[in-house]
């Protein structure tokens, strides 16, 4: 069974910083590509950054450059999103999503399996 959990999320203040984990199992985790993804109410769900396999290249969307950074520890079957300088529309529910087929990487259709998501709050 495969399980992708986030965890991480919470309030602080804009400037703050947070680390977000995702736990993943029932799948070979370092042969997918991993993502984070975010929703807020009324937007679609948009890519953040994501990581490939091995070699560990990333991309991020240009909202968030140079203040998030997407890690993997294969070992530990882990995804990790450090978030600094959070900005109150940095505001939504993350989620890590596993590509297992490949596909272009912020297409959320690309992904096969999803996590339940973690709330991440930023206020003014």
């Known amino acids: 069974q495969v399980r992708l959990v986030e965890s991480g999320g919470g309030s602080v203040q804009a400037g703050g910083s947070l680390r977000l984990s995702c736990a993943a199992s029932?799948?070979?985790?370092?042969?997918?590509?991993m993502a984070w993804f975010r929703q807020s109410p009324g937007k679609e769900r948009e890519g953040v950054a994501a990581i490939s396999p091995v070699v560990g290249r990333t991309s991020y969307a240009d909202s968030v450059k140079g203040r998030f950074t997407i890690s993997r520890d294969n070992a530990k079957a882990t995804l990790y999103l450090q978030m600094n300088s959070l900005k109150p529309e940095d505001t939504a529910m993350y989620y890590c999503?596993?590509?297992?087929?490949?596909?272009?990487?912020?297409?959320?259709?690309?992904?096969?399996?999803w996590g339940q998501g973690t709330q991440v709050n930023v206020s003014s």
């Open positions: 029932g799948y070979t985790f370092s042969g997918a590509v």
């Open positions: 999503a596993a590509m297992i087929d490949g596909g272009v990487w912020f297409t959320p259709n690309a992904y096969k399996y």
